[in-house]
Every structure is written in C-alpha cells, then in structure tokens.
C-alpha cells in the first residue's frame, strides 16, 4: 500500500467560524494505480491532497506513506519524504519563469544532488516521453497550456516518485489538451508504475480512471472500479 488515510480530518478556523473542509476520510491506493477523485468546488479536494503530500497539517486522523505514519515524522524527515516519494501536478502548472523546459525538470533532481549526467539522461528521457523534447529551450512563456501541462508532468516524474499527486491538472485547459495530458498522465502511469491521484471536477478526466472515487462535503464515496480504454496520445 502506498498510501493511506485514516478518519483524516480537516477544520480551517477562520476568526470565530470553523470550517471542516475533510471529515473522516478513510482511503487507501495501491502502487500503480490510477485514481480519480470527482466533486463540485469547494467539496475539499485541495485540502485532501495538500493534507497527503504532507504540505498542510491534519486535524486528526493519519496520514501513510508507505506504511509510514506522517504525524511521527520530523519536519526534515517530511520534507525528504516530499522530494523523493511524491511528485505534484497542479491546475496552473506552478513553472519556474525564467527557467526553460528544461530546466524546470531538473531542477528537483538538484534539489537531490544528482549528478549531472544522471540528470540529463532522466530530464530527456521524460521531455520525450510527454513528446515536447524538441522544445526543451523554450521558457514557460513561450509554451501553450498543454505544452506548460507536459513539463509539470515531466517535473512531477523526474524524481522516480511512487505517487504523483494531481490537483485539477485540466482545468485551464481545452477539453481537446485536457484528454491529451489525461492520456499522457495514463501511459506513464502504466510505464513507469507510479500511482496517480487525480482530483478535479471536470467529468472528461473520468474516463482516464481505473478507481472512481466522490467526494462530496468533505466526504468519500467509493463509485466503481473499472477497466477503461484509452488513446495513446
Ligand atoms: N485556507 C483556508 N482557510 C479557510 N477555509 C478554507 C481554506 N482552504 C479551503 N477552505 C475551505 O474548505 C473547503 C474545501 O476547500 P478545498 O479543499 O479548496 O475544495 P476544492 O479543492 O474541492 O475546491 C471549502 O469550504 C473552502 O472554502
Ligand atoms: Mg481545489
């Protein structure tokens, strides 16, 4: 099992007023899997993964990464956990400006100390997987939307996490650019065997699961588990 959530809860106070954004949420995901969290706006899918990749503290409840309980580790120990076992994808891409494609890739493997030859073969090896090697100069400014989505992707992976963590990865996309990004995000799922969480409400990302799950006020529901086909893109 590579993650884990048990009664994981979450109240945000704002002045007087509590506002529980997660409510007891048991879930668990496998390594290699596929899985997409479906709900409206304010159901608390960002407060789910941010509270997952250990970047927000719970209220109660636990957080496991490999069997490892989160809330027993010390803050440097989180943060090594988060650079080597998690990779994010997030809606507005969240690229580095005044570095090229390129060098947004490689910038968590810096972050590692990994040499540079190791560095170049895994940040091309990836810019080609997600078909954008040709432009690994290019600045995010002088990228499209899709083309900004694959370097994320790229980025999330560069590191060889087992769980890449996506929050509303199509949203400012095309719903054309949206499936291509959702095939893109399949395939490596299957090549790389690394387990996606995706979160959005955007009913297209749907059809790219293996594990459909709802979440509704705070609240899991477990909807289906199905074989699905899908495009290489
Ligand atoms: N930092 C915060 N402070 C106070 N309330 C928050 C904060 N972040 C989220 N919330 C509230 O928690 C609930 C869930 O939000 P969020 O996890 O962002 O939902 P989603 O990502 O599904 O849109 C909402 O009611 C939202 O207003
Ligand atoms: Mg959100």
Known sequence: MILETQRLSKVYSVGQEKIPALRGVDFHASAGDFIVINGPSGSG???FLNLIACVDRHSEGEVLIEG????????????????RKIGLVFQSFNLIPVLSAYENVEYPL???????SERQRRVMGLLEEVGIKDLAKRRPDELSGGQRQRVAIAR???TEP??????????NLDSETGKQVMSIMRRLNEDHKVAFLVVTHDPVVT?????TVKIRDGQLTEENSHVVAYSAA
């Open 68 to 83: 490892q309980a989160t809330s027993k580790l010390s803050e440097n120990q989180l943060a090594e956990l988060r650079k």
């Open 45 to 47: 899918k960002s407060t």
């Open 156 to 158: 999330s992976l560069v």
């Open 110 to 116: 810096l972050l590692l100390g990994v040499n540079s």
């Open 207 to 211: 059809q790219y699961a293996e594990r």
């Open 162 to 171: 087992k769980l890449v963590l996506a929050d509303e990865p199509t949203a």
